[in-house]
């Protein structure tokens, strides 16, 4: 169980599109999701958390109008990355637990691989 | 200071060999403990998942939480190469759905064949 699922795996696109990420929930519902990014070698940073209903909850110097989240639904949470360039070019990670357990473990899908040219 | 320090490593062990990965952390409000382990350009994939202090085995893996040194470890018998990858440290305080998880740098682990 606790299963996230996250799409699309890999994504090209050239500097100065948006490119929006799919995070879903397969067998529980959610109300919080979390939005991570990796950079090679390095570990997980926390970038927001998408909370079903309402604004997200960014951290500090992560920029809000460029990493848009909407968590329209308790099983469905997307970041548009706007106006991506190279340096946006990252792994981003979306993860959440079953509701009831809020200090159970996070699980995670299984990544996006961004490259902006 | 890091809130968790975690030796990136790379850490080489011929196949067979225990392995010990560690971490330790400065917040002393941290009571949950998790150990993830993530493939390349995959997502962590959780392993062991503990409270407070102890140690708490399954089957090839133990995770030790030693709260008063602000230390945990992962040891890994009869290590595998299909044991290779990045092993993350992971912790958090007491909290509700928003609880944050807070990530060592993960150290990557080659066993040898």
């Known amino acids: 169980g606790a299963v996230v699922s996250q799409h699309p795996s890999r994504v090209i696109c050239k500097s100065g599109t948006s490119v929006k990420i799919e995070c879903r929930s397969l067998d529980f519902q959610a109300t919080t999701m979390f939005w991570y990014r990796q950079f090679p070698k390095q570990s997980l940073m926390l970038m927001a958390t998408s909370n079903e209903g309402s604004k997200a909850t960014y951290e500090q110097g992560v920029e809000k109008d460029k990493f848009l989240i909407n968590h329209a639904s308790l099983t469905l949470s997307t970041l548009t990355v706007t106006s991506a360039h190279p340096e946006d070019s990252s792994f981003y990670i979306c993860?959440?637990?079953?509701?009831?357990?809020?200090?159970?473990?996070?699980?995670f899908g299984n990544g996006t691989r961004l490259t902006v040219t | 200071q890091k809130e968790v320090e975690q030796d990136p490593g790379p850490l080489s062990v011929p196949e067979g060999a225990i392995v010990s990965l560690n971490c330790t952390y400065s917040?002393?409000?941290?009571?949950?403990f998790m150990w993830y382990r993530q493939y390349s350009r995959k997502g962590p994939e959780l392993l062991m998942y503990?409270?407070?202090?102890g140690n708490k085995e399954d089957g090839r893996f133990t995770a030790q939480v030693d709260k008063s040194s602000k230390y945990i470890s992962l040891f890994i018998r009869d290590s595998q190469p299909s044991d290779s990858a990045t092993y993350l440290c992971a912790m958090s305080g007491y909290g509700g759905a928003t609880n944050k998880l807070i990530f060592g740098t993960g150290t990557l682990l080659a066993v040898q064949p």
């Open positions: 503990t409270y407070s202090s």
């Open positions: 917040n002393s409000a941290f009571q949950y």
């Open positions: 993860s959440a637990r079953p509701p009831g357990q809020g200090n159970s473990p996070l699980h």
